[in-house]
């Protein structure tokens, strides 16, 4: 059975930095493109960051370029968010999703996580 | 960059066919995937690559996309069917995935 499991929200002060974990099973990790998006209080949903399967190609939301990294290490089926400088804006559940082959943009998200919380405020 | 436009809201009774737009330039360029997300839970592929159908959703999901529009289509609405509905696209001149604002779809 695929199962992604997020952890690391919480409670961050503007300005801070939070960085979230997913981590996937049931599937060969490394086979798949992984991508986090994020869905604000009441609003839809935001694509942040997308991951190829081997890891060397990254892409970001024009909203997160340059405040956030995405990475991942295949030994341990995880993939990561270091989310810094974080302003208000940036509360959302944020959920990360698999797709359904090694390089992003050619397919789908077949499995989605139960999300994570982070609420950015003073 | 490259938008997509969704109506905020579709209302059906039971029983009756549900279609959700997804608005963008040359959408039927592209493959659209539909999502459906139901409160306090995770999105759901309903849709893929236009109108195919993963595994275990029913038949009576449906897609179709040409020219500037892409359409879900859910027929015999049940009210189980009451979620919010996403569209998604790859735009490979940003390199970035795309999602429509979505749809709320009601059962009256």
């Known amino acids: 059975e695929v199962q992604l499991l997020e952890s690391g929200g919480g409670l961050v002060q503007p300005g801070g930095s939070l960085r979230l974990s997913c981590a996937g099973s049931?599937?060969?990790?490394?086979?798949?493109?992984m991508n986090w998006v994020r869905q604000a209080p009441g609003k839809g949903l935001q694509w942040v960051s997308g991951l190829s399967g081997g890891g060397s190609n990254t892409y970001y939301a024009d909203s997160v370029k340059g405040r956030f990294s995405i990475s991942r290490d295949n030994s341990k089926n995880m993939v990561y968010l270091q989310m810094n400088r974080l302003r208000a804006e940036d509360t959302a559940i944020y959920f990360c999703?698999?797709?359904?082959?090694?390089?992003?943009?050619?397919?789908?998200?077949?499995?989605w996580g139960q999300g994570t919380l982070v609420t950015v405020s003073s | 960059s490259y938008a997509l436009t969704q109506p905020p809201s579709v209302s059906v009774a039971p029983g009756e066919t549900a279609r959700i737009t997804c608005g963008g330039n040359?959408?039927?360029?592209?493959?659209v995937h539909w999502y459906q997300q139901r409160p306090g839970q995770a999105p759901v592929l309903v849709i893929s690559?236009?109108?195919d159908r993963p595994s275990g959703i029913p038949e009576r999901f449906s897609g179709s996309n040409s020219e500037n529009t892409a359409t879900l289509t859910i027929s015999r609405v049940e009210a189980g069917d009451e979620a919010d509905y996403y569209c998604q696209v790859w735009d490979d001149s940003s390199d970035h995935w795309v999602f429509g604002g979505g749809t709320k779809l009601t059962v009256l």
């Open positions: 999703a698999k797709e359904t082959g090694p390089s992003s943009g050619y397919y789908n998200y077949d499995y």
């Open positions: 690559y236009d109108g």
């Open positions: 040359t959408i039927g360029d592209k493959s």
């Open positions: 049931g599937f060969t990790f490394s086979s798949c493109a």
